[in-house]
Every structure is written in structure tokens, then in C-alpha cells.
């Protein structure tokens, strides 16, 4: 059964840094394509990250240069690394499979970043 | 960036109902467009994709269709657990974006 478990979500200063996790069981995370959605409160979705398959990385504009997306093959775990955070960034984090000119096929549970002083 | 707009925002309807929510995409997006239900505290849920291809599990009163930069999303027979909002998505170009949402309400 694919499983995806987003966690490391938590109340952070503006300025601040926090690491997402992202635990994927059921299929290799290297053998495929992995995102970040986000979805602000009372808001629609966000697409924020993707790593490729063949360890490309792209960004939406409103994080590129501050979030990285890394991925750990041997836990089979990807994970968004969010520096210099805005109040803008709050935001419930999903982790999803896909992100070439595919679907999001499966979708992590969310994990909550909040953003303030 | 490629815009998705859907239509309308927000519809009242009632069970049994057939539902038609459409996403008009800024330019030519071929067949690249998905179909999403998310319930309130639930994250999103696949429902179609490629504009027209059911997801494994998704009850056959869903379907899709359109290319280009005109789909539909349409609900034959409405049930009261249909209750959520609707996202389309595009995946024909980076960065990849979705419509503003249609939620559903159930009278």
C-alpha cells in the first residue's frame, strides 16, 4: 500500500528555518517523481517543489532561493528544507507523489508550518 | 505561468444532481489537466486524470473531458459525501498550477 507521512511542521519566527519530512512506504521515492504542495489557510493549493527522478529540482518562484528539496534514498524520504521563512509561508505542507507532466497520485496528510512572531 | 480558471466558485445543489464544473486554462495545455476533491480537514484526493482517465477506485459517476484549454469535470448523480471542493491541475508546463477551486455544497 503506498504511504506517504508528512511531518516537522511547527510555529517559527519570520526569519527562521524548518525542516519537512516527508516518509514514503510502498514504492522507491527515486523512482519517482516527488512534490511539495502547500495550502494557506481558507486557501487553494500551491504547487511549491519537485524533485525529478534524475535528481533535477525545480521551484515556484515564491520560494526560490530559500526552500531546498532533498531526498534520502536509503530512508526513502524526501525533505523540503525552508530558510529565511515570511509570514507568507504559513501554510498546511503536503508531500505528494509525481510532479514530471503527471498527476499527484498520492498525497501525505499535511503538516502545519506557522509562521510568526 | 500557465492560469486555470475555474467556474463557478461555489454551487448549492441537490442530491441526485447533475454537476458540471469547468477550468479554462491561459493557453494550450493538451491533455495535461487533473481533477482533485479535497474535504475539509482531508488532503487532496486524485479523481481524474489526463482530462479523461478515472482514477482506480473513483466512483464511475465522476468524469472529465476537454483539451486544449477547455475540460469539465461533471458529477452524474450527485451523493451527499460529494460535499468538497474541487481543484483542477495543470502538469503541461513548470511551474505547475491549479484552479482557484469550486466548492460544492449539498442542500
Known amino acids: 500500500e503506498v504511504q506517504l507521512v508528512d511531518s516537522g511542521g511547527n510555529l517559527v519566527q519570520p526569519g527562521g528555518s524548518l525542516r519537512l519530512s516527508c516518509a514514503a512506504s510502498?514504492?522507491?521515492?527515486?523512482?519517482?517523481?516527488m512534490s511539495w504542495v502547500r495550502q494557506a489557510p481558507g486557501k487553494g493549493l500551491e504547487w511549491v517543489s519537485v524533485?525529478?527522478?534524475?535528481?533535477?529540482?525545480y521551484y515556484a518562484d515564491s520560494v526560490k532561493g530559500r526552500f531546498i528539496i532533498s531526498r534520502d534514498n536509503s530512508k526513502n524520504t524526501v525533505y523540503l528544507h525552508m530558510n529565511s521563512l515570511r509570514a507568507e509561508d504559513t501554510a498546511v505542507y503536503y508531500c505528494?507523489?509525481?510532479?514530471?507532466?503527471?498527476?499527484?497520485?498520492?498525497w501525505g496528510q499535511g503538516t502545519l508550518v506557522t509562521v510568526s512572531s | 505561468e500557465i492560469v486555470l480558471t475555474q467556474s463557478p466558485d461555489f454551487q448549492s445543489v441537490t442530491p441526485k444532481e447533475k454537476v458540471t464544473i469547468t477550468c479554462r486554462a491561459s493557453?494550450?495545455?493538451?491533455?495535461?489537466l487533473h481533477w482533485y476533491q479535497q474535504k475539509p480537514d482531508q488532503s487532496p484526493k486524485i479523481l481524474i486524470r489526463?482530462?479523461?482517465q478515472s482514477f482506480s477506485g473513483v466512483p464511475s459517476r465522476f468524469s472529465g473531458s476537454g483539451s486544449g484549454t477547455d475540460f469539465t469535470l461533471t458529477i452524474n448523480g450527485l451523493e451527499a459525501e460529494d460535499a468538497a471542493t474541487y481543484y483542477c491541475?495543470?502538469?503541461?508546463?513548470?511551474?505547475?498550477?491549479f484552479g482557484q477551486g469550486t466548492k460544492l455544497e449539498i442542500k
Open positions: 505528494a507523489r509525481g510532479g514530471g507532466n503527471s498527476d499527484f497520485d498520492y
Open positions: 510502498g514504492f522507491t521515492v527515486s523512482s519517482n517523481y
Open positions: 524533485f525529478y527522478r534524475s535528481g533535477d529540482t
Open positions: 493557453q494550450s495545455i493538451g491533455g495535461n
Open positions: 489526463y482530462a479523461s
Open positions: 491541475h495543470q502538469s503541461n508546463n513548470l511551474p505547475h498550477t
